[in-house]
């Protein structure tokens, strides 16, 4: 009898092992495969993720807050959205300010030799009112400390064309440019970080003079105009984007200041005419300006669809990049490259006729270089109002945002944003994107988007391999520069997140408390 109870027990104890196992293991997360699959399939047999890119950059070119060329993309854009099938396919306004639009500029040397110069206006920087011819001066600006050292130049400065920079040093610009990331940079930049973050120096003037006020002293000493380099780039490379003064006078708003005259130079061409100053010898320019300050409204535009969801579609999975752009180049790695592979997701859930539980909601956003006008007012409207500390009806129902927005480069890894409950999830995601370059969580660094962050929602950025970087913001900011097989991947890695956040039983678990 014994022996026949010590049996009975053992098999008891065997019976409830595997039910001890499932207590204490996590439930796993399922990954479809078979989902994914055809998700690769359809986006390397029938992409149009670069047909869509071309007519966002050369057709619409530069599209800059409330310029034609913003507006004419975000309906083109509204409208495919339309056309591939999604619902509530719309314009959602937002309040900006004034648009300023680049619609004609030409920039010369005419003495003492001719040279065309490479050049642009700087954003919301006035026109020329026709063609004008400056004698040049030379004022570097980083030597201004206070109003009296303008004093030997005020003489000089009245009806000129200031050139505000000392020369610059190109000589770090004759390096290769930046390759790829290896493994191993990537195996290290998934390491988690041990120690509290560092924290930067803040960098202060010498003087108590921001760069503005000093420009704001040539200006009112008389000039014309003044000229500079963007401070980064060679090789007739300009940076133009919205930056400097522009940026810290928010020339947008309709109750700023008048607009100065401000061009930004290559800095090959910049340096000669310095050069030749240095060497006493008077310096011409002749340009022509032409822009304009689109005003009838302050307000800009966000483009929204959706695929409905089913037993879930209250709850949101939220997906896209910035449609505006910098009003130079025609904004493709930043971010015609996001945007059309967020639309590239959308074409591709309708082609495979998915019908995803969640609602999933695509969103491209406009008056993005400014501050995150697009998305900071999307987030007001539908999840918090940060500024009156209001939570709206969906702010428990958006179960997360994805991002695209580092360049035209491959997808290789997503911030978990320090979340070991989101690292469980995502670790079984990316599992079917190994082949594919997706093989790293990041911990920390970039990869929280400040509009959703701040009220707290989780915002995920994805992040890109790196390539020549000297193309952002730049007039090399073009199609050229996107990679096809890149924004292809993209869409299958971008895609496969999406379906599987907008499948799976739960919410993804917040990473940030409630603000208020």
């Not at 591939?84 to 937002?94: Q, V």
């Not at 000089?156 to 930046?178: A, C, F, H, N």
């Not at 005003?295 to 997906?319: K, M, Q, R, S």
């Not at 988007?449 to 900011?477: C, P, T």
Request: aromatic residues 10%; hydrophobic residues 40%; glycine residues 8%.
């Amino acid at each position: 009898r014994e022996s026949r109870m010590k049996v009975a027990r053992l098999f008891a104890i065997c019976c409830a092992i595997p039910f001890l196992v499932a207590a204490v293991l996590p439930i796993q997360e399922p990954v479809h495969w078979d989902i994914v699959g055809q998700i690769l399939d359809e986006a390397f047999n029938n992409s149009e993720v670069m047909e869509n890119a071309g007519w966002l950059t050369d057709v619409f070119g530069p599209r800059n807050s409330k310029s034609s060329g913003y507006l004419a993309a975000a309906e083109w854009a509204r409208q495919r959205l339309e056309d591939y099938g999604l619902s509530n396919a719309h314009l959602e306004p937002f309040e900006f300010g004034r648009g300023w639009e680049n619609q004609y500029s030409s920039f010369h040397m005419v003495a003492p030799r001719y040279m065309p110069i490479i050049g642009y206006p700087a954003a919301w920087s006035a026109g020329t009112n026709g063609k004008i011819r400056l004698q040049a001066i030379h004022v570097n600006l980083d030597g201004i400390e206070s109003e009296a050292d303008l004093d030997p130049y005020r003489e000089e400065i009245p009806g000129k064309v200031v050139l505000i920079e000392p020369l610059r040093d190109l000589s770090d610009q004759y390096g290769p440019s930046t390759g790829p990331y290896t493994e191993a940079e990537l195996d290290e930049m998934a390491q988690i970080p041990i120690g509290p973050a560092e924290r930067p120096e803040r960098r202060r003037s010498r003087s108590g003079f921001t760069f503005e006020e000093r420009v704001d002293l040539v200006f009112a000493a008389g000039a014309a105009a003044v000229a500079r380099t963007d401070g980064t780039h060679a090789y007739g490379t300009v940076d133009g984007a919205v930056n400097g003064y522009a940026l810290e006078r928010r020339m947008w708003e309709i109750n700023a200041g008048p607009p100065i005259t401000e061009w930004i130079l290559a800095a090959e061409h910049y340096n000669r005419m310095v050069r030749i100053l240095q060497k006493g010898i008077p310096v011409e320019m002749e340009a022509e300006v032409r822009v304009d300050f689109p005003a009838d409204d302050t307000i800009d535009y966000n483009v929204i669809a959706e695929i409905p969801g089913t037993d879930l579609a209250d709850e949101l999975v939220l997906v896209g990049g910035h449609l505006q752009s910098e009003p130079i180049g025609t904004g493709a790695t930043d971010n015609a490259a996001g945007s059309a592979t967020s639309m590239e997701v959308a074409r591709i859930f309708q082609a495979l006729g998915i019908r995803p539980r969640r609602t999933i909601r695509i969103g491209l956003w406009g008056g993005h270089e400014m501050g995150l006008f697009g998305n900071r007012s999307h987030v007001a409207q539908n999840y918090a109002d940060l500024e009156n500390r209001e939570y709206k009806p969906d702010y428990d129902n958006l179960s997360a945002y994805f991002n695209v927005d580092a360049g035209a480069g491959r997808i290789v890894a997503l911030n978990i944003q320090g979340s070991e409950a989101i690292r469980g999830i995502f670790s079984e995601w990316i599992k079917p994107l190994h082949n594919l370059g997706m093989k790293h969580l990041f911990t920390t660094g970039r990869g929280v988007h400040e509009a959703y962050q701040e009220v707290g929602l989780s915002g995920f950025y994805f992040h890109q391999d790196r390539h020549d970087d000297r193309r952002y913001h730049s007039n090399m900011d073009v199609y050229d520069r996107l990679i096809p097989e890149d924004l292809m991947a993209n869409s299958v890695i971008l895609a496969t997140f999406v379906y599987h956040a907008a499948m799976r039983d739960e919410m993804l678990p917040r990473v940030l408390p409630r603000p208020w």
